[in-house]
């Protein structure tokens, strides 16, 4: 099985990476580019890929090339001052849109 996670430099998950890499699960994991801070859990299963969940050009081609079983989103942006016009797009229905978009077109 293969699982793209976005989200996963946060708590949540930084769990859910944990998780999965335990079970042996083949991981994605999408981070946006240029940031920096949480710690990224690396593990051999886990490929990190940069890519704004606004840049749907790049989210259609990372799902085209890496074809995930499932997908789980827990991206969330807290700080918005730091990215004030992706604080909606992120955390509301937008990127979430999205990514059902890309993800239905297997």
Not at 15 to 22: E, G, N, S, V
Not at 31 to 44: F, I, K, L
Not at 73 to 99: F, M, Q, V
Request: charged share 20%; proline share 3%; aromatic share 6%.
């Amino acid at each position: 099985m293969k699982v793209l996670v976005t989200g996963g430099r946060g708590f949540i998950g930084r769990y859910i990476l944990r998780q999965l890499h335990a079970l042996g699960i083949e991981v994605i994991a999408i981070r946006r580019p240029g940031v920096s801070g949480n710690q990224e859990y690396n593990a051999s299963n886990i490929k990190w890929l940069d890519c704004s969940l606004e840049d749907v050009d790049t989210l259609r081609l990372i799902f085209a090339q890496t074809r995930p079983d499932v997908c789980l989103h827990l991206a969330w942006i807290t700080k918005s001052g730091e990215y004030p016009s992706s604080l909606d797009n992120i955390n509301l229905l937008n990127s979430s849109l999205a990514l059902i978009r890309v993800a239905g077109e297997k």
